[in-house]
């Protein structure tokens, strides 16, 4: 089995797993991995709407498919986005590192990435409330957010 094929299973088993805590039907959409991650996506933001916590397997998944797509809109290693424990991307075009800590680095919750990737959460907010920790002068998200439309929303991250 190909690495495109682990990556959407474990997406649709996520995305399953969400739908059902939502009580909502199993996946009937493609089963493309792309498809697969915005559709994970949708139902951790829907739990978060719902007030309920996101199952921990969509969450990863979410976090994951939305930093992705961070990086290939805002391509360069400028600044370093952490999520712990999910992932971290380098984006963002300028000065590169390649050694130690870098210069811009955002790092967050999980659920607070989310949040701001889908624009339910305004970066400056977030910021202000110490959600984020924000350091180097490239390391202001508000341009790139958020990095996936969701019904209802209008662009919050600015």
Request: hydrophobic share 45%.
């Amino acid at each position: 089995m190909g690495a495109r094929d682990k990556a959407a299973q474990r997406f649709r088993a996520a995305l399953d797993g969400q739908r059902a805590a939502l009580g909502e039907p199993p996946w009937a959409g493609s089963a493309d991995p792309l498809a697969l991650g915005r559709a994970c996506a949708l139902a951790v933001v829907s739990a978060l709407r719902a007030g309920l916590a996101p199952q921990p397997a969509a969450l990863r998944e979410a976090t994951r498919y939305l930093l992705d797509l961070l990086a290939s809109a805002a391509p360069g290693r400028a600044v370093e986005v952490r999520v712990p424990p999910y992932a971290a991307v380098q984006c963002i075009g300028g000065p590169r590192h390649t050694r130690g800590t870098p210069a811009n680095v955002v790092e967050t919750d999980p659920v607070t990435w989310v949040r701001l990737a889908a624009g339910l959460m305004p970066w400056a907010d977030a910021v202000s409330a110490g959600m984020v920790q924000a350091s180097g002068v490239r390391a202001d998200l508000t341009a790139y957010l958020p990095v996936v439309k969701v019904r209802g929303e209008t662009g919050a991250g600015t």
